[in-house]
């Protein structure tokens, strides 16, 4: 903005809050990010620079910015971003593909809000910390039996004992799934799920052609008891007397029920497995269409989330686990921690099938040379990493990819067939993100030390 770098006529005719934006960054300079991020303040300039005059810049964000306690606000600077650079819908820019059409599933009410809507007024669904805290409080009004299905809760939710705590109040728990878990391990019943070769199924992606359907033909018929999901909770809702609120009894009436705006069916998909139902990609869309926002601008300053007392405008705020906010932990756990998946893996799966666990084997810890130096680490040492919830053991990979301070560690080890180490062992679940409820597994405060040199030094010594 200083240096009028901002797409000024795209600005002028589409962005809601502009002033107040002005305003709001006088204060906030390279020089006063890079005393929190340890990038100087030369280097920021050159990257906001390099973004703004290039013509046709993305910004894409992934997995991970959910993962932390001020991860909303992460995400709307971003899209401000974005907007004052004009890089909206345009080539090489953040563009809306067209998507494919598809119905919602219907949903059986009650008559009551969905829980935790007091808590998070703008999350259209039910955060998990407030079923977590509802199960670990008693409280009388919380959830009673829980049916898990293409979800592993016990792996990937923050703070794994105590998430185990509050599963273990539930009255019954049911998962359904292919292998054991984690979560298989506390569960009443287990229901095996048909797997991708048992089942028909489809995927809806978006492209520059086009939002294209993707259809996966059964192979073979399901074995033993495995039954596609769609089967069993039609069967649970007729013996629960709502099965006249159901338009589909198994996975094919389903995907034509879900599809029925595309005008595509399941015979259609099974004609041609790749079928194109929307438009090739349309630039510059909001100069006919607006966007999809009250008032059909970008609204960088948000009405909607000064109504429910949130911060119109992005603000800064340290993460709630910090050095800076948990001053008290500076000397016990001198580290900041983050989590990572390996390439190899799709979240918490496929550790289970030989040929892969052969090429990775063990949860790794990504350590700068400098911190481990400072400890005694060497490359593939046994290392504990300790944070104030728990603590785990893994091998150590010494590493410049990592800057000095942080460690990041391998997400996803700690089902039954690996009883590898879980990192959310480490992650806390006592803050979240204020709007969504994230919890922080991608930072978090802990310290590690050297195993393979503390039983060393023990035998040394003859103990």
Not at 64 to 83: E, F, K, P, S
Not at 216 to 227: D, N, T, Y
Request: contains cysteine; aromatic residues 10%.
């Amino acid at each position: 903005i200083n240096e009028n770098l901002y797409n000024e006529e795209f600005v002028g005719q589409w962005v809601v809050g502009f002033d107040e934006i002005k305003k709001h960054v006088e204060t906030l300079s390279p020089e006063w990010a890079e005393k929190i991020t340890s990038i100087p303040a030369d280097r920021i300039k050159e990257f906001a620079r390099l973004y703004a005059k290039t013509k046709g810049a993305l910004i894409h964000d992934g997995n991970g910015l959910d993962m932390h306690t001020n991860g909303v606000d992460m995400v709307r600077v971003i899209c401000i971003l974005i907007a004052l650079t004009g890089n909206i819908d345009k080539p090489g820019g953040n563009v809306f593909f067209s998507v494919v059409p598809q119905k919602l599933l219907p949903t059986i009410t009650t008559g009551k809000k969905r829980m935790g809507w007091e808590e998070f007024p703008l999350f259209p669904h039910t955060s998990f910390p407030v079923i977590k805290q509802a199960l670990l409080n008693e409280d009388p009004d919380r959830p009673r039996a829980m049916i898990v299905h293409h979800s592993n809760p016990v792996l990937v939710q923050a703070n794994q004992e105590r998430t185990k705590k509050a599963l273990q109040n539930l009255d019954f728990l049911m998962v359904f799934d292919i292998f054991p878990t984690a979560t298989t391990e506390l569960a009443d019943l287990i229901l095996p799920s048909a797997s991708d070769f048992e089942r028909v199924d489809y995927r809806a992606y978006s492209s520059s052609r086009g939002g294209f359907l993707a259809f996966r033909e059964k192979v073979v018929e399901p074995i033993g008891e495995s039954r596609s999901v769609f089967e069993v909770e039609y069967e649970l809702a007729k013996r629960m007397g709502i099965e006249q609120s159901y338009p589909f009894r198994n996975a094919e009436e389903w995907i034509n029920f879900v599809l029925e705006p595309s005008h595509v069916t399941i015979d259609d998909l099974r004609n041609n497995h790749i079928v194109y139902a929307s438009p090739p990609v349309v630039y510059k869309k909001y100069k006919n269409e607006g966007f999809q926002t009250p008032s059909r601008m970008v609204e960088c300053y948000s009405e909607r989330f000064k109504s429910f007392n949130y911060e119109p405008l992005p603000i800064f705020q340290y993460p709630k686990e910090s050095h800076r906010t948990n001053p008290e932990w500076l000397n016990e756990y001198r580290l900041l921690g983050t989590t990572r998946r390996p390439a190899e893996f799709v979240h918490s799966k496929l550790r289970n099938l030989p040929i892969i666990s052969k090429v990775y084997p063990n949860p790794l810890i990504m350590v700068h040379p400098i911190d481990a130096e400072g400890r005694g680490i060497r490359q593939n040492d046994l290392v504990e990493v300790k944070s104030p919830r728990g603590s785990i053991q893994v091998k150590a990979n010494i590493t410049e990819d990592i800057g000095p301070g942080l460690v990041a560690i391998d997400f996803g080890w700690g089902n039954p067939s690996d009883k590898k180490s879980n990192v959310n062992i480490l992650t806390s679940d006592e803050v979240w993100d204020p709007i969504s409820g994230g919890y922080p597994n991608r930072l978090f405060l802990c310290e590690i030390k050297n195993l393979f040199q503390e039983t060393h030094n023990t035998e040394k010594e003859g103990v």
